[in-house]
């Protein structure tokens, strides 16, 4: 069989069967669980990949969180299906990509339309902007295309902004105001909660905002 990728999805096709697995998986090892879905598709694997490995419920689905210890066995025509599943529309917006049809909408849209508790979004600057894509994206398997960004081979291209992605901007805008301090990372800490102290992205965003304000004050100095 000759194997692929696909975000965290290792796919091995051959003409009669397809063995998919995510990272950190061993396909042939007594620890790895198959999925077996009855009748096809059923709601075992997309129950599965709903939490990672430390139990934590996953609301980015291209967040790089997939968890291990599983592999499915399926025909062929399946691989699409099983895509879909654990990523959504991502073999949809593949092949809009390389048609040249996919429709992108900008950051910027996006944050103009926000109303309520997210308007706050909008007032976030240039630099907050794109280090909340740096600090998010980076850790999702989707290619921002929305950024600019082609994406690569087992990249999946992502046409606009999501929602946990908005949540951070309002944040971001927020601390923008009034920085809080930073705090050790907590792994227990939900993925998309960053509002709490610990969260992973929170204290990323958090600390690379700092060290771009270190440097800027560094320069001044140097310049005086």
Not at 15 to 34: E, H, K, N
Not at 137 to 150: F, L, Q, Y
Not at 169 to 185: F, K, N, Y
Request: net charge negative.
């Amino acid at each position: 069989m000759s194997p692929a990728r696909l975000g965290q999805l290792r796919l091995e096709v051959s003409d009669d069967q397809a063995l998919i697995t995510p990272d950190g998986s061993d396909a042939r090892g007594d620890a790895t669980q198959p999925l077996t879905d009855v009748p096809w598709p059923g709601d075992t694997l997309r129950e599965r990949v709903r939490f990672d490995d430390r139990g934590r419920y996953r609301p980015l689905s291209g967040a790089k969180t997939l968890p291990s210890g599983w592999q499915l066995r399926c025909a062929p025509c399946d691989v699409d299906t099983v895509i879909e599943t654990v990523y959504p529309l991502a073999t949809v917006h593949r092949r809009q990509w390389e048609r040249g049809v996919l429709r992108v909408v900008g950051l910027d849209e996006i944050l103009e339309r926000q109303s309520g508790r997210y308007a706050i979004s909008a007032t976030l600057d240039d630099d907050g902007r794109e280090l909340a894509r740096r600090v998010l994206c980076g850790d999702c398997v989707r290619a921002p295309a929305w950024a600019g960004e082609s994406p690569d081979a087992d990249a999946i291209p992502c046409p606009e902004p999501c929602s946990v992605f908005i949540s951070l901007c309002r944040e971001a805008a927020l601390w923008q105001q009034d920085a809080p301090p930073r705090s050790p990372v907590d792994a227990s800490a939900p993925y998309a909660a960053f509002e709490h102290p610990g969260n992973a992205i929170r204290e990323a965003y958090l600390a690379a905002r700092e060290g771009e304000r270190i440097e800027s004050e560094r320069g001044l100095n140097d310049d005086e």
